[in-house]
């Protein structure tokens, strides 16, 4: 029986709108609740923040949710290796603590990967989306996903992949979503690894994974989260809240 957890990564300083994670969303703050609906997805056997912050940490541990201290770091997954080190799991998934409102189906759908790979050959799984307007192509905030036949990640890059020079087959752009499920082992790899070239250059974690040789299952999916990085996203967040959207 796999033992499957929920890890949120979450720190207090973000460059665009620091402390985010601790402004109100209703009655609870922002992590809270991100937490508390991981927790009501009923998918993990335990669900856990990580952060680097005591503040952070105090809000999660006051309300009776678990919280793990950790050091500095450059990429979520390094948080998250450090977090799980001493948990007993075999399957951790990567909630952003910053998009408080979940859908369940996307989740399951990354769990499911690993339910039936019985030889344990996928390393992590990760959600696409499929990009339709140009501009969302081009935009280098937007990171790229290409795949082989079998769903399984080629390469990420802020540049847009494929390139379209055969104008009679239609391109097909998929924009990779931040939100993993690692096998526990392949997450502890990861952060004993050093920075790849390639990863070093196009500043996208998940490369150093491709890199290395680990098998990256991509899951298309349609959903579109809430991420908070900005004041107009918290009003955003408000109103679907309070059912204005």
């Known amino acids: 029986m796999m033992k499957i957890i929920a890890v949120i990564p979450a720190r207090y300083q973000a460059s665009r709108f620091p ?12 992590i809270s609740t991100t937490y508390d609906n991981v927790v009501e997805t009923k998918l993990f056997d335990e669900v856990f923040v990580a952060t680097d912050s005591e ?28 977090a799980v080190q001493d948990i007993d799991c075999d399957i951790v998934v990567n909630v952003q603590g910053d998009e408080p409102f979940l859908k369940t189906d996307p989740l399951k759908q990354l769990i499911q990967v690993f339910r039936e ?3 344990k050959e996928i390393s992590l799984a990760s959600l696409k989306i499929k990009l339709t307007e140009q501009e969302e192509i081009e935009n280098p905030n937007n990171v790229k ?13 802020r540049s847009v992949i494929p390139y379209h020079r055969e104008k009679s087959v239609d391109a ?74």
Request: charged share 30%; proline share 2%; with cysteine.
């Open 19 to 30: 402390g985010k994670l601790m402004q109100m969303l209703g009655d609870k703050t922002v």
């Open 55 to 82: 503040i952070i940490f105090t809000e999660i541990e006051k309300n009776g949710g678990n919280a793990v201290m950790t050091g500095l770091h450059e990429t979520g997954s390094d948080r998250i290796a450090e």
């Open 117 to 119: 790979d019985e030889n």
């Open 145 to 157: 996903v290409i795949t082989d036949l079998e769903g399984f990640a080629l390469y990420f890059s």
């Open 172 to 245: 097909c752009y998929f924009k990779h979503i931040g939100v993993y499920a690692f096998r526990k082992e392949a997450l502890l790899k990861f952060a004993q690894l050093e920075m790849s070239p390639l990863e070093n250059l196009e500043k996208i974690e998940c490369i150093r994974y491709l890199e290395h040789g680990m098998k990256i299952k991509m899951i298309e999916t349609d959903f579109v989260g809430v991420g908070i990085d900005v004041p107009e996203d918290l009003e955003k967040a408000r109103n679907i809240l309070n059912g204005n959207i």
